[in-house]
Protein backbone atom coordinates (compact mmCIF):
# COMPACT_ATOMS: atom_id res chain seq x y z
CA UNK A 1 0.00 0.00 0.00
CA UNK A 2 1.59 3.53 -0.85
CA UNK A 3 1.75 5.90 2.05
CA UNK A 4 0.20 9.76 0.83
CA UNK A 5 3.57 11.19 1.44
CA UNK A 6 5.28 8.81 -1.17
CA UNK A 7 5.43 11.43 -3.99
CA UNK A 8 6.23 14.37 -1.95
CA UNK A 9 9.82 15.32 -2.09
CA UNK A 10 12.38 15.32 0.88
CA UNK A 11 14.58 17.98 1.33
CA UNK A 12 17.93 18.60 3.74
CA UNK A 13 18.64 22.39 4.92
CA UNK A 14 21.57 23.25 6.54
CA UNK A 15 20.53 26.85 7.33
CA UNK A 16 18.65 28.07 9.49
CA UNK A 17 15.48 30.22 9.27
CA UNK A 18 13.08 32.02 11.63
CA UNK A 19 10.60 30.12 13.20
CA UNK A 20 12.95 26.98 13.91
CA UNK A 21 13.06 27.28 17.54
CA UNK A 22 9.42 26.20 17.47
CA UNK A 23 10.18 23.52 14.46
CA UNK A 24 12.53 22.22 17.10
CA UNK A 25 10.40 22.08 20.39
CA UNK A 26 7.28 20.78 17.99
CA UNK A 27 9.46 17.64 17.08
CA UNK A 28 11.09 17.42 20.36
CA UNK A 29 7.94 17.63 22.27
CA UNK A 30 6.03 15.10 19.63
CA UNK A 31 9.07 12.24 20.41
CA UNK A 32 7.42 12.39 24.11
CA UNK A 33 11.19 11.39 25.04
CA UNK A 34 12.16 14.65 26.71
CA UNK A 35 11.42 16.64 29.62
CA UNK A 36 10.48 20.48 29.44
CA UNK A 37 14.40 20.97 30.96
CA UNK A 38 15.50 19.24 27.62
CA UNK A 39 12.68 20.84 24.80
CA UNK A 40 13.90 24.17 26.53
CA UNK A 41 17.98 23.15 25.50
CA UNK A 42 17.09 21.70 22.37
CA UNK A 43 15.64 25.51 21.40
CA UNK A 44 18.29 27.39 23.07
CA UNK A 45 20.68 26.23 20.93
CA UNK A 46 18.79 26.93 18.10
CA UNK A 47 18.71 30.40 19.72
CA UNK A 48 22.16 30.60 20.22
CA UNK A 49 23.03 29.71 16.55
CA UNK A 50 20.62 31.92 15.20
CA UNK A 51 22.20 34.85 17.34
CA UNK A 52 25.65 33.98 16.98
CA UNK A 53 26.44 32.11 13.82
CA UNK A 54 29.11 29.49 13.33
CA UNK A 55 30.95 31.07 16.24
CA UNK A 56 27.81 29.04 18.63
CA UNK A 57 29.47 25.83 17.59
CA UNK A 58 26.16 24.01 16.64
CA UNK A 59 25.31 23.33 13.38
CA UNK A 60 22.03 21.90 12.03
CA UNK A 61 19.93 19.86 9.16
CA UNK A 62 16.51 19.77 8.52
CA UNK A 63 14.75 17.18 6.74
CA UNK A 64 11.70 18.50 5.08
CA UNK A 65 9.19 16.37 3.85
CA UNK A 66 7.03 18.67 0.79
CA UNK A 67 5.79 21.44 3.14
CA UNK A 68 5.98 19.70 6.22
CA UNK A 69 9.77 19.99 8.70
CA UNK A 70 9.73 16.69 10.29
CA UNK A 71 13.37 15.77 11.62
CA UNK A 72 16.50 17.76 12.65
CA UNK A 73 20.06 17.39 13.74
CA UNK A 74 22.30 19.33 15.97
CA UNK A 75 26.05 18.63 15.84
CA UNK A 76 29.21 19.91 16.21
CA UNK A 77 33.19 20.03 16.86
CA UNK A 78 34.13 18.70 19.98
CA UNK A 79 36.47 21.38 21.47
CA UNK A 80 39.91 20.37 22.09
CA UNK A 81 40.46 17.21 19.40
CA UNK A 82 41.55 17.28 16.12
CA UNK A 83 38.31 15.96 14.04
CA UNK A 84 35.63 14.56 16.31
CA UNK A 85 31.90 15.75 16.33
CA UNK A 86 29.06 15.46 18.76
CA UNK A 87 26.05 14.61 17.35
CA UNK A 88 24.13 16.70 20.44
CA UNK A 89 20.69 16.22 18.66
CA UNK A 90 18.51 13.84 16.27
CA UNK A 91 15.04 13.87 16.68
CA UNK A 92 12.07 13.07 14.16
CA UNK A 93 8.64 14.17 14.41
CA UNK A 94 6.52 10.83 16.01
CA UNK A 95 3.99 11.23 13.25
CA UNK A 96 6.81 10.55 10.76
CA UNK A 97 8.94 7.47 12.35
CA UNK A 98 9.52 4.20 10.96
CA UNK A 99 9.66 5.75 7.66
CA UNK A 100 13.45 5.78 7.11
CA UNK A 101 14.01 9.55 7.38
CA UNK A 102 16.05 9.64 10.71
CA UNK A 103 18.35 7.41 9.00
CA UNK A 104 18.39 9.41 5.67
CA UNK A 105 19.49 13.06 8.21
CA UNK A 106 21.76 11.01 10.14
CA UNK A 107 23.72 9.86 6.84
CA UNK A 108 23.47 13.64 5.10
CA UNK A 109 24.72 14.71 8.54
CA UNK A 110 27.90 12.37 8.20
CA UNK A 111 28.36 13.50 4.98
CA UNK A 112 28.35 17.41 5.85
CA UNK A 113 30.64 16.10 8.97
CA UNK A 114 32.86 14.26 6.91
CA UNK A 115 33.02 17.82 4.58
CA UNK A 116 33.93 19.97 7.59
CA UNK A 117 36.73 17.22 8.55
CA UNK A 118 35.26 15.06 11.21
CA UNK A 119 35.94 11.57 11.13
CA UNK A 120 34.67 10.47 14.33
CA UNK A 121 30.75 11.26 15.61
CA UNK A 122 29.98 10.73 18.60
CA UNK A 123 26.53 10.45 20.37
CA UNK A 124 24.63 10.25 23.97
CA UNK A 125 22.01 8.51 24.91
CA UNK A 126 19.93 7.02 28.05
CA UNK A 127 20.35 3.66 29.49
CA UNK A 128 16.36 3.50 30.52
CA UNK A 129 14.27 0.84 28.47
CA UNK A 130 12.50 3.61 26.88
CA UNK A 131 15.54 4.52 24.82
CA UNK A 132 15.91 0.82 23.70
CA UNK A 133 14.54 1.53 20.43
CA UNK A 134 16.94 4.96 19.71
CA UNK A 135 20.11 2.26 20.71
CA UNK A 136 19.25 -0.15 18.16
CA UNK A 137 19.08 2.73 16.17
CA UNK A 138 22.14 3.42 16.36
CA UNK A 139 23.71 0.07 16.27
CA UNK A 140 21.73 -0.49 12.64
CA UNK A 141 23.48 2.35 11.27
CA UNK A 142 26.93 1.03 12.35
CA UNK A 143 27.65 2.90 15.94
CA UNK A 144 29.45 0.94 18.40
CA UNK A 145 28.92 1.60 22.13
CA UNK A 146 31.75 2.67 23.69
CA UNK A 147 31.13 3.93 27.05
CA UNK A 148 27.92 3.45 29.61
CA UNK A 149 28.46 5.92 32.66
CA UNK A 150 25.70 4.41 35.38
CA UNK A 151 23.82 6.97 36.75
CA UNK A 152 24.91 9.78 34.89
CA UNK A 153 21.11 11.53 34.40
CA UNK A 154 19.83 9.79 37.55
CA UNK A 155 19.56 6.94 39.82
CA UNK A 156 19.32 3.75 37.06
CA UNK A 157 19.42 6.27 34.09
CA UNK A 158 22.87 5.81 32.52
CA UNK A 159 24.56 7.83 29.70
CA UNK A 160 25.17 5.37 26.91
CA UNK A 161 27.89 6.85 24.46
CA UNK A 162 28.13 5.53 20.54
CA UNK A 163 30.80 6.39 18.33
CA UNK A 164 30.98 5.40 14.80
CA UNK A 165 34.22 5.70 12.53
CA UNK A 166 33.57 7.79 9.18
CA UNK A 167 35.92 5.65 7.30
CA UNK A 168 35.79 3.62 4.28
CA UNK A 169 34.07 0.86 5.52
CA UNK A 170 33.32 -2.07 8.36
CA UNK A 171 37.01 -1.92 9.36
CA UNK A 172 36.76 1.55 10.76
CA UNK A 173 33.62 0.85 12.30
CA UNK A 174 35.62 -2.02 14.04
CA UNK A 175 38.26 0.66 15.11
CA UNK A 176 35.32 2.69 16.87
CA UNK A 177 34.36 -0.07 18.45
CA UNK A 178 37.52 0.05 20.26
CA UNK A 179 38.43 3.79 21.06
CA UNK A 180 36.98 5.46 24.19
CA UNK A 181 35.25 9.06 24.70
CA UNK A 182 38.10 11.17 23.32
CA UNK A 183 38.72 9.47 20.44
CA UNK A 184 41.63 7.80 21.49
CA UNK A 185 41.95 4.31 21.39
CA UNK A 186 41.03 2.43 24.72
CA UNK A 187 43.45 0.14 26.49
CA UNK A 188 41.66 -3.41 26.79
CA UNK A 189 41.92 -3.94 30.99
Not at 22 to 39: G, H, K, L, N, Y
Amino acid sequence: MNSPHAALPVEVRETLEPGDDERVRDIVRSTAFFSPEEEDIAVELVQETLARGDASGYRFQFLSVGEACVAYTCFGRIPGTQSSFDLYWIATHEGWRGRGLGRRLLSSTEARIRALGGDRVYVDTSSRAQYEPTRRFYERCDYRKAAQLDDFYGPGDGKVIYCRALGDGPASNREAASLGPTGAPSTPR
